[in-house]
């Protein structure tokens, strides 16, 4: 899945915090909401707080770079509990800002929301946050007819978060995740993601080097095969490893089951692995079958690529933050390998 790089943001001090003295150019801020890392959707308020020893002049709220609006001195909101713990402020007790933001209107994926306040002085100071968004096709369903729960199934998926399969809405069937938000004290949608509109791709990639073995490894969705098999020398001669490679398979996007094994007749190795994965529309996805060290049996990770310009292309660039899903089935445990299994123990793994 794609990488995110988190920002500082500033959180709301407490009320029970000894009260604290205001000094010339000091500005104390905080951004509360969008909160780094998280996702949304809809309508929903852009917030925090800011105040200044010499007062506030303007707050301009910047939207991936972009001025967004400006809120000028005397319009900021109430907030008492500032006001309590900066007593000696300006106006602290009038320094909350808002923004009514419909991130239906933003493109999904990351984007950054910067706050940066101006006193009267002259002296400024930011807060960043980035966010990511998940959105329906339609920016504003209008119709509430088009919203249906009929043909959804609806699972608990641990215990604050919730998923449905099949919602309609707006003339379309989505996937969709709720997950428990302290900030709204309430339920977010974190993920939309269309059923049977456009594709996913997927492929498989063997990146494993075991000496004087031919490796096949192979994963299946939807009754269709992709393998990548790597050939490798002796042990002395490791840059002797040729890796064959097949392109993407396209499939529905939705949840999907996988089915993957790794086949070596020189090495006697016949394991198989299986788990579920949900694959978004017009997105791609690599299985890479990699080896994690001499001493670290080969790992699946699963994980988004970038999509090639054509479903055969050879596109090996993979993300740094996949998630890791062992295929293999792990046993026996050597406890002296501190819970890791050991390569020449898959050998002996064999399973229908």
């Not at 996702?39 to 967004?68: C, K, P, Q």
């Not at 419909?102 to 929301?113: E, F, Q, R, S, V």
């Not at 020398?233 to 094994?261: I, L, M």
């Not at 070596?264 to 997105?283: H, R």
């Amino acid at each position: 899945m794609p990488s995110h790089q988190f920002f500082r943001s500033y959180s709301l001090l407490p009320v029970a915090l000894l009260t604290l003295t205001a000094t010339a150019g000091d500005i104390q801020l905080s951004l509360e909401e969008p909160t780094n890392g998280s996702f949304y959707s809809g309508i929903s308020n852009l917030r925090g707080w800011a105040i200044s020893s010499v007062g506030i002049n303007r707050v301009e709220l910047f939207l991936d770079g972009t001025l967004l609006t400006q809120i000028p001195s005397g319009s900021l909101s109430l907030r008492t509990d500032v006001g309590n713990t900066y007593p000696t402020y300006p106006n602290s007790s009038q320094s909350g800002f808002s923004w009514t933001q419909n991130y239906a209107l933003l493109t999904a994926g990351p984007h950054t929301i910067s706050v940066n306040v101006v006193d009267n002085q002259g002296s400024q100071r930011s807060a960043v946050a980035s966010f990511n968004v998940t959105r329906f096709n339609n920016s504003y369903i209008s119709n509430p007819a088009t919203v249906s729960l009929n043909a959804a199934t609806i699972t608990d998926d641990n215990d604050k978060s919730i998923s449905i399969s099949n919602l309609q809405a707006g003339g379309q069937l989505y996937n969709v995740r709720l997950e428990w938000r302290t900030q709204i004290q309430g339920f977010a949608l974190t993920s939309i993601s269309p059923v049977g509109s456009g594709t996913a791709r997927w492929s498989a990639l063997n990146n494993v080097s075991y000496p004087n073995c031919s490796l096949t490894y192979e994963v299946t969705i939807d009754g269709v095969t992709k393998r990548s098999i790597s050939t490798c020398g002796s042990v002395v001669s490791p840059s002797t490893c040729n890796t064959t490679f097949e392109g993407f398979a396209s499939t529905t996007p939705g949840p999907k089951n996988w089915v993957a094994r790794g086949v070596s007749s020189a090495c006697g190795i016949n394991a198989q692995g299986s788990g579920n994965v949900t694959l978004a529309s017009d997105a791609c996805y690599r299985f890479l079958l990699n080896k994690q060290g001499d001493d670290q049996p080969p790992a699946n990770f699963f994980g988004t690529v970038t999509c090639p310009s054509s479903a055969n292309a050879n596109t090996l660039q993979e993300e740094s933050q996949a998630t890791p899903m062992a295929i293999f089935p792990m046993q026996p445990v050597d406890a002296t390998d501190a819970g890791l299994e050991r390569w020449d123990l898959l050998q002996n793994i064999v399973q229908p």
